[in-house]
């Protein structure tokens, strides 16, 4: 979901500051240590029935069943850059498309060999099977930048994952990773440059899926673009679902929504996430050669319900652990976010207030990231124009 609450606990300051914050936070200023569900299971304080969905929320899709009547839309990223015109109309239309419909597609011809995607997938299991004391140096607290395991206990939905929270800003991943492989300076200075270089490309990625989207909705392509700043949420996790004793109660993550405008993922082969289209859950195949991409409820708002923010949701399996990658692209925090007026027609009277990412954010993280969190931002009277903003 990658709606961590800004804090700048992991960044800045030096190895020694660096720690002396985190090991305050993890213990707690005021003596609360925050618990997350899979820890909780793990050091005996929960147990597998307190992770149990009862009633009609409950997992109905085991994690390999896929699309069946109907095949995720792919796209070939490589066509929307390159000479052939009529190869990037199609794309971009698909695309559009998929994004009004689907709220989901996949990405082919994206440039990022398998070899670069698979050494950070390495990397990051790596994390994932450290003794929990080394993990818990990056712990986050309530919910933020650093290690969770699990979902908060007191949440309804209890998380079967545990993830890494990352501000993708390279001193950030490197006071992280550092901390973690204090006595692995060759290994941690790989980890961080692979994963630095990772994000960069998701994020290039990113902007371009933005900008011919937008381009698509015919606006200039850069309108949201040009709200990226040092204030852009732009971040990412990495998950991982260890295998479950009973599938069939239990979620990896629960259906939501994410926050921001656009999310690129990579799933390994178990396969598990899911997505809702026209009221039915739809598996997605998990895929080598392509990376699943989705919107969020910032791109949603901000094109006045044109583009569609997909509730989606992880299933488990009885065998075998499931690691996903996930960067979310995100725009200014900040500042006050509103609809382009070319959006509000007569057909389509004006949905969203304006809002800043951040209170956004901080809402649906209270909430316990629901999958109605637009609700939110609606105006109670839809408007024909855009001109009271
Ligand atoms: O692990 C996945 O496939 C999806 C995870 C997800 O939806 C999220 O972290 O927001
Ligand atoms: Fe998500």
């Not at 270089?197 to 698509?216: I, K, N, P």
């Not at 956004?360 to 124009?385: A, C, F």
Request: hydrophobic letters at 40%; proline letters at 5%.
């Amino acid at each position: 979901m990658g709606a961590a609450p800004d804090v700048e606990s992991v960044e800045g300051g030096g190895e020694g500051k660096v720690k002396e914050t985190l090991v305050r936070e993890v213990e707690g200023e005021k003596g609360q240590i925050p618990l997350y569900t899979l820890q909780a299971l793990w050091d005996g304080k929960m147990k597998l029935k307190d992770f149990e969905v009862v009633g009609e929320e409950k997992p109905t899709l085991p994690h390999n069943v896929y699309e069946q009547d109907e095949a995720l839309p792919v796209i070939d990223i490589g066509a929307l850059v390159g000479m052939d015109k009529a190869a990037r109309e199609e794309n971009m239309g698909r695309m559009l498309e998929a994004a009004k419909s689907w709220g989901f597609f996949k990405i082919r011809n994206h440039g990022v060999s398998l070899e670069v995607v698979k050494k950070v997938e390495r990397n990051v299991k790596k994390f994932f099977a450290l003794p929990m004391d080394k993990k818990l140096l990056v712990k986050a607290t309530n919910f933020a930048f650093g290690y969770v395991g699990g979902s908060p206990v007191d949440w309804r939905y209890k998380w079967w994952l545990e993830g890494l929270h990352m501000k993708v800003k390279e001193e950030n991943i490197r006071n992280m990773v550092n901390l973690v492989w204090s006595g692995d300076k060759a290994f941690a200075e790989e980890f961080i440059s692979d994963l630095t270089s990772y994000f960069v490309t998701m994020r290039e990625l990113s902007r371009l899926m933005v900008e011919c989207l937008t381009e698509g909705l015919g606006l200039e392509p850069d309108t949201y673009t040009k709200l990226e700043s040092k204030n852009a949420i732009c971040n990412a996790r990495v998950n991982h679902y260890p295998a479950c004793p009973d599938p069939s109660k239990v979620f990896g993550i629960p259906a939501h929504t994410d926050p921001q405008m656009l999310s690129v993922l990579y799933q390994d082969e178990v396969g598990g996430l899911q997505v809702l289209k026209d009221g039915k859950w739809i598996g997605i195949q998990p895929d080598d050669s392509t990376f699943v991409v989705n919107l969020g409820d910032t791109f949603q708002a901000i094109t006045n319900g044109i583009l569609h923010s997909a509730a989606h949701r992880v299933a488990v399996n009885t065998t075998r652990s499931r690691y996903a990658t996930i960067y979310f692209y995100g725009i200014d925090n900040v500042q006050q976010l509103r609809v382009p007026p070319e959006l509000v027609t007569e057909d389509r009277p004006l949905k969203y207030r304006p809002f800043t990412v951040n209170e956004y954010r901080d809402y649906i993280v209270n909430r316990q990231i629901p999958t109605d969190g637009l609700k939110y931002l609606e105006i109670d009277q839809p408007v024909v124009t855009g001109t009271q903003l």
